[in-house]
């Protein structure tokens, strides 16, 4: 199975989303233009959609460099939140 899945992520008919903390590859089946949120306490992947003005902005935080690639966003999603409660 895993020789299948390197072929189709070789081929471009699938993509690499973001490791999990283990550094275990994780795969993505959207080929679109898109960004991801990991939870950082449960390692959860959730695929996001940063607007192109917040892009802009998180460049010109970092001395106007250019972004070329997906971005990722780490955090605490809800039902981590909940579960700290």
Do not use: N
């Not at 993509?15 to 999990?20: Q, V, W």
């Not at 935080?61 to 409660?85: A, F, M, N």
């Amino acid at each position: 199975m895993h020789r299948i899945t390197q072929r189709l992520c070789g081929d471009g008919v699938i993509g690499l989303a973001p490791s999990t903390k283990k550094g275990c590859l994780r795969y993505d089946i959207r080929k679109d233009d898109h960004d991801h949120f990991v939870c950082s306490d449960c390692d959860g992947l959730m695929d996001i959609k940063i607007a192109d003005e917040m892009r802009k902005q998180i460049a010109h935080e970092i001395s106007d460099c250019y972004i070329d690639g997906p971005l990722v966003v780490t955090g605490v999603c809800k039902k981590c939140q909940k579960r700290r409660k």
